[in-house]
């Protein structure tokens, strides 16, 4: 949700409690740049509370990290509010060599550094594809043996099929040679973290032995494992290394390239970020400091736009906060409605308890998902979404959902799931975001209704910052979250359904699906991949893997003071564009 590409920001995460410390909705000092009036700061409620530097990883791959990481990472491309991809020439450009086989070069641009001044350059580049294409693996799932290095959030797929890459005399490029054609070329790959911190907290004197090692490491064969312990540093690293719910002690560990650079973390509270004075890479920011503030109830996020501590919210709504929301434009306050490119839903883990189909199709003729969108989504006439890979209103989501095996769930089946049961009554905990006042309130109905069936549910809620790591790590029987991100490409299915993917966080394996999701990603034509997903939607319902409940809705409200602010339904939200944020004349 990771940053990534479609649907890679996990949204299920973090919710923190309501507590203002450090943050403002004053002026900074203002400066001047040309002409231009630039300066003073903004604080903005999140839902999320910060919980790492590294958003690229499974563990780390939240909606705000993501965020975070977007305003203080720059690279060659973003995406603007309609998923537009817009080139970034000031930071580098990319470009396509050749079409057999597909090659595509990528330079950063002489001059482009990180905040310690460290330039940009081709061991950044090169850690980037390793870490993003599995290159290195050489783990079986099936089998449970070999070893994943790089616990990276995106789908592997693409650059997995590509050959180690050629690196560029200049030391500021590489280029990228796909064995097969990979329909998301544009936007499989992008500057991540700095090799020089990887190489030097993995034991390594400098990026050169890291691009070294690299360099020397062999392709990973599942076939013939080989374990490899200075790559295991560097990856281990890379992994965890960046966790942090506070500021750490190294600055080494929270560098920028982008136009703001992180100042100060309040656990679980706020979040300080200044402008960059040496950012000249892209578009130029207007404010001097942006203060974060992690805001969990929309009551709070409300009441603090209200009273001036915060200039901008973008709450959790729900059927109960509707009426909050709504006053709000009587105010002078400007708030945005509109439904994201993201989902919730519960997904079962493949693992122990359900590794039994009937048990896992018991449970989900249980979850009362009307009740869910009634309570949570408040919208009338809202029905619970059918589809897992299709939102509604896309052209293929009505044929889908009439072929898909959806209709077995579209009611609560107590007695259905009594007769799939045989007299057992299965433990099962539900891991969730207590904090999302939305998740908790999902969680109970399911709770309520699966004990009617035998079901013995166990709460597995927990708060804030340590869901992202519950989740990688397992543990439970079922989780409440979310997916949300761009339309760009098909690699968000892969990302979550194919066998050992770093989203895959419930054991889920199809052999048929993970070969037709193969065929996704080498398929450029429209419509042959719009087939295709179908067919990976009728599998996953068919394996009774989980279920979605419902696209979400967003909302978005900012007070006079601000100007710039434009949403997008996106992962980012309205943080796409923070350069244009200013105070109002």
Known sequence: M???????????????????SGCSGGSAPSVVVGEAKRGGSVTVAEVNAFSSF??????????????????????????????????????????????????????????????????????????????????????????????????????TTGLAGTLFPDIGSDGRSITIVYAAPYADWEVAFDVGLPAHVVAAKSGLNDEKDLVNLLKDTPRGNPEKPASNPALKKVSDFWNTGFDAKSIPDDPALYL?????????????????????????????????????????????????????????????????????????SSQGITVQRYKQSAYDHLDLNFTGTF???????????????????????GTQDTKPLDSQVFLPGQPKYDDTVRNNGSA??????IDGAKKLLK????????????????????FGLIRDSAALAGFKVVDGGLASADWPAALSRGGFEAALSGWIGTEVGVSRVPQIFRTGAGSNFTGYSDGDA????????????????DELLAEIDKHVWEDAYGLPLYQTLGTTAFSSRVAGVKTSPGPLGVWWNVWDWRLSQ
Do not use: C
């Open 514 to 529: 993970d070969k037709i999701m193969e065929q996704l990603a080498a398929t450029t034509d429209l419509g042959k991949q």
């Open 355 to 377: 590794s039994d189909k009937d048990v896992r199709e018991a449970f989900l003729k249980t979850v009362p998902r009307q009740a869910i969108v009634d309570a949570v989504v």
């Open 423 to 442: 007299g057992a009554s299965p433990s099962i905990r539900i891991l969730y975001n207590r904090d999302n006042p939305n998740r908790a309130r999902a």
């Open 408 to 413: 077995d769930y579209a009611k609560v089946d």
């Open 256 to 328: 920028s390239s982008g136009p703001y650079i992180v100042r100060d973390i309040v656990p679980g509270v706020s979040m300080k970020l200044v402008r960059n004075r040496d950012y000249v890479w892209g578009a130029e920011p207007w404010l001097d400091e942006i203060n974060v503030r992690f805001t969990g109830a929309v009551p709070a996020a409300v009441d603090a736009l209200r009273s001036g501590q915060a200039d901008i919210i973008s709450p959790q709504p729900s059927a109960s906060t509707d009426s909050l929301l709504s006053g709000l």
């Open 54 to 155: 590294n958003p690229y990883s499974a563990g780390g791959n939240t909606d705000i990290n993501s965020k975070i990481g977007a305003i203080t990472h720059s690279g060659f491309y973003y995406l603007d509010d309609s998923s537009k991809v817009v080139r970034n020439d000031k930071f580098g450009h990319f470009e396509k060599v050749s079409d057999q086989p597909l090659k595509v070069k990528y330079t950063v641009n002489e001059g482009v550094k990180w905040s310690d001044g460290a330039p940009i350059g081709a061991a950044d580049l090169l850690l980037a594809w390793a870490a993003g294409s599995g290159y290195f693996d050489d783990v079986d799932p099936v089998a449970g043996k070999g070893t994943k290095y790089f616990s990276v959030a995106s789908d």
């Open 2 to 20: 990771p940053v990534r590409r479609l649907m890679q920001l996990l949204t299920a995460a973090l919710a923190a409690a309501l507590v203002l």
